[in-house]
């Protein structure tokens, strides 16, 4: 391993037809910003490049009902979005867009590429219209019963119940969705991605990932094993325009949104080169064996990761692939998947109008779905808050800092130290160490879980010790004893800084630091071509941080402050109402 990491942290683009709820930023969104901040902790160049995917029928559909262009649409939720995640802490390098100048280019190259080196193929299908209008129809404005599993409300595209991708014409009693007009087929032109030509490349570099999570490495198995021909383009009026001789001036021919959003990551770091002035600088983690890329999604994205898009990438031939896959399972809600539609949901905004970004992000972390699916209740999310955060972390830093600041004003000069300190100071070490490790194979839960154990240990040694009663008798060893404790409590908060960055930087600022240990992220404009759209981005220190505290005595300790809210038992059916 290089001595400084080279690190892509590749969150998965949230969709831009509505606010994203709790469920979304438990696959994509927390777990990719506790990497980022961890690689960047321990002195790793990171770059967390992604956006909103605005592209595809899903937009199209939701702009029509509401009667607005879809641009007008996309900028309307992309601003919700842009804004939830800043207020979560997420620090994105660049967050942008799919409907971008620079990104209809970058898409429009890698299409060519594929192209000229015979990978897309030119196919007749049958397409559906609307046989009043002459429209096509995409495939998310047509339903049936689902021909595998028998669910009567299949889309065109794919069934919610069995997860199957689907093409229209395969549904049984196909119609309009949200009426009983009918659907007709007719003959149309695409190109199609070749991969079966790709297969047993696939295959063999999915192999070779015996390292993957366990569900990631089964569904991408199976799915490379009957693969087919992808349609890359749609009838579509909403998209990036084909890049050929007559199609590229087809307003209803345009890039299919599977294979354009998965080319974001590629664009986003490229945009963000550009906009630092330094427009070569992606390749440093694009086109260099040594670089680390982490991508980060729920379960429901896997294959676009695992397969679709590491099969453009062999096919373009001079692109790194995937390393890690980061999936989640699902986060429910009294045992229902979370829906918008069905007004099955929590959103963030409502979240964090109510709750601290750390109670959040802490809970979504240590109870989530990372291993599998999840239930998220009001009362866990309370007795996790009230019992982890504020009686375990939150209880050890305020005795700690209350005791050193009130008797001391500063950190303590240390006597001898037992076989108990040592101990103690020992273990802790330890642990930054092993959640290190944890954190670097993307095991949160483990890693989490290590460091509040290791919180309860400090937590003992000051309850055994009693500082507050010895500094009546023994100065000098209250002292000693409450040094041991603020050294423990920095390495503490170094652990559980890319967990709780907010309450981790008012720590750092408790314990004497006056620098940055948790940036948080900004939002900007960028422009382009007189085009201007909003990022989230930021300026985050990298220095290796990720080491045995180094707290000197004499260090002036200002007015300790609380670092959690204890909150108030909720009742679950009131809540789920005022959600």
Not at 15 to 34: E, L, Q, T
Not at 175 to 193: A, N
Not at 527 to 541: A, C, R
Request: charged fraction near 25%.
């Amino acid at each position: 391993m290089p001595e400084q990491r080279t690190v892509l942290v590749a969150p998965a683009w949230p969709y831009a037809n509505g606010p994203r709820h709790i469920g979304h930023v438990a696959g994509f969104a927390v777990p990719a910003d506790v990497l980022a901040r961890f690689e960047r902790l321990r002195g790793s160049r990171v770059l967390m490049a992604s956006g909103t995917d605005e592209h595809g029928t899903p937009i199209t559909y939701e702009s029509d009902k509401q009667g607005v262009a879809p641009r007008e649409f996309v900028d309307r939720n992309n601003a919700v979005i842009v804004e939830d995640l800043r207020r979560l802490g997420m620090t994105y390098d660049i967050f942008t867009r799919t409907t971008t100048a620079n990104h209809y280019r970058v898409t429009q190259d890698l299409f060519l590429r594929l192209y000229e080196k015979g990978y897309l193929v030119k196919k007749t299908q049958m397409g559906a219209f609307d046989p009043e209008s002459g429209r096509t129809l995409p495939d998310r404005y047509i339903e049936g019963k689902c021909p595998i599993c028998g669910y009567p409300e299949a889309r065109g595209d794919q069934c919610d119940n069995c997860g199957n991708q689907l093409d229209p014409i395969d549904l049984i009693n196909p119609h309009q969705r949200g009426s009983d007009k009918p659907v007709e087929f007719r003959e149309t032109e695409h190109f199609f991605f070749d991969l079966p030509a790709l297969g047993d490349q696939l295959k063999e570099w999915i192999e070779k990932h015996d390292n993957w999570r366990p569900n990631v490495r089964k569904y991408s198995l199976e799915f490379v094993r009957n693969l087919k021909p992808r349609a890359i383009t749609r009838d579509l009026d909403w998209g990036v325009p084909v890049p050929l001789p007559g199609w590229e001036d087809n307003p209803h021919k345009k890039i299919y949104v599977w294979f354009d959003a998965v080319i974001g990551y590629l664009s986003a770091s490229i945009e963000w080169a550009i906009q630092r002035g330094k427009p070569e600088v992606w390749k440093d983690w694009w086109q260099n064996k040594d670089a680390w890329h982490y991508y980060v999604m729920g379960k429901d994205n896997i294959t676009f990761h695992t397969v679709l898009w590491p099969a453009i990438l062999m096919g373009v031939g001079d692109l790194d692939l995937p390393d890690e896959i980061v999936a989640s399972e699902y986060l429910n809600m009294s045992g229902k998947k979370f829906s918008t539609s069905r007004g099955q949901v929590i959103y963030v905004r409502d979240m964090l109008d109510r709750y601290d970004p750390d109670a959040l992000r802490y809970y979504l972390m240590i109870a989530g779905p990372e291993n599998q699916d999840t239930d998220f209740t009001w009362s866990e999310f309370v007795r996790r808050n009230n019992d982890e955060l504020v009686a375990t972390w939150g209880n050890l830093v305020h005795r700690t800092l209350v005791n050193a600041h009130r008797n001391f004003g500063a950190v303590p000069e240390a006597g001898d130290l037992t076989a108990a300190d040592q101990a103690l100071i020992k273990d802790v070490e330890t642990a930054l160490d092993d959640v290190a490790q944890q954190l670097q194979e993307a095991r949160f839960q483990n890693a989490l879980k290590l460091a509040m154990t290791t919180a309860a240990k400090v937590n003992v040694y000051l309850g055994t010790e009693q500082p507050w009663h010895t500094i009546k008798t023994d100065r000098a060893r209250a002292g000693t004893v409450l040094y041991v404790a603020l050294r423990c409590v920095d390495n503490l908060k170094t652990m559980l800084t890319p967990f709780l960055p907010f309450s981790s930087q008012r720590l750092h600022r408790s314990l004497g630091y006056d620098d940055v240990i948790a940036p948080q992220p900004e939002v900007r404009q960028h422009s382009e071509d007189g085009d201007s759209h909003t990022v989230i981005t930021g300026d985050y220190p990298i220095a290796n941080r990720w080491l045995p505290s180094q707290l000197e005595p004499g260090t002036k300790l200002p007015p300790p402050e609380a670092l959690f809210k204890r909150l108030d038992e909720v009742v679950e059916e009131e809540q789920a109402a005022s959600s």
